[in-house]
């Protein structure tokens, strides 16, 4: 049995994760884009890929950046995105793996 107080020191509130938390992105993953609500009942629009059951947020400067080095390497297998800053001072890097 789980006591309320274990269960409230164990918790941690779902958040999504972030696409630069991956070591390594598949270009052939499925992205999915969904219009949801935030805490205050304001409606948003997130694309995400999902792996192991986990959602990862896909910024939509990843995209364009993934679309620029997809026309120079149109057979490119995988990539990794570096992040830098927080909120809307985030900055994401889309570096070419395979």
Known sequence: MVTLKDFAQAYEPQQMKNIADLESVDTLLEIKTEKRKNREGEEYIVS???IN????RVASSVIEQLKGILESSPNLKSFKVKKTGQGMGTKYQVISLA
Do not use: L, R
């Open 48 to 50: 995400f890929i999902t």
């Open 53 to 56: 059951d986990e959602e990862y």
